[in-house]
């Protein structure tokens, strides 16, 4: 087998951390109906915030909010909320639809202004904080990504026609949101 041969098998850093994060989600899910509801709930909680941090790092870095990492993070959410506790699975979907349509209709109305990779990561925001705290995760994101995008104009750091990635503000959202209003779990 030639040189070449070897590194072309070699998986890319991208695929390797879709890898991770496929196993890290299957692993937590296979473990969660053996634990107790309150470890169970908590695993769960963690482990989506544990993405929601790596997405916002993506997005930071690439301007990108993979969907091979956030779809299968959404369906954890949904399936861990029904392993834990199968009566909340309605707030989390609910939570997931509200941040989805507002998200979509923004980024609808914004005609490219936002991309769909932050549209997506809402509903993961929201699957996990319910609908009242999915929607204050989006109040808290977008109003901390206004604050800062107005700084910088105004210190002349960006133009009007520069992009900020808007999923680390709606991560921070998100968390400051878990404190104000709970996990659906």
Do not use: H
Request: no cysteine; aromatic share 8%.
């Amino acid at each position: 087998m030639t040189t070449e041969a070897i590194v072309e098998r070699r998986p890319s850093p991208e695929r390797l951390v879709y890898l991770g994060v496929a196993l890290l989600l299957g692993v937590s899910l296979g473990i969660t109906p053996a634990l107790e509801r309150e470890a169970a709930a908590a695993m769960v909680s963690q482990v989506v915030l544990a993405v929601m941090l790596l997405l916002s790092w993506l997005d930071l870095t690439t301007l990108r909010v993979p969907n091979a990492i956030v779809y299968p993070a959404l369906a954890f959410a949904l399936a861990g909320t029904a392993l834990v506790d199968v009566s909340l699975l309605d707030e989390a979907a609910m939570g997931a639809g509200a941040n989805l349509g507002i998200m979509f209709l923004v980024a609808l109305f914004g005609r490219g202004s936002m991309g769909m990779g932050d549209v997506k990561f809402a509903a993961l925001a929201g699957s996990i904080l319910g609908w009242k705290g999915g929607i204050g995760a989006l109040l808290l994101g977008f109003s901390s990504g206004a604050a800062l995008a107005l700084v910088l104009l105004v210190l002349r750091v960006r133009s009007l026609k520069d992009s900020l990635p808007l999923t680390p503000f709606l991560a921070g959202g998100s968390i400051a949101s878990s404190f104000l209003f709970g996990f659906v779990l």
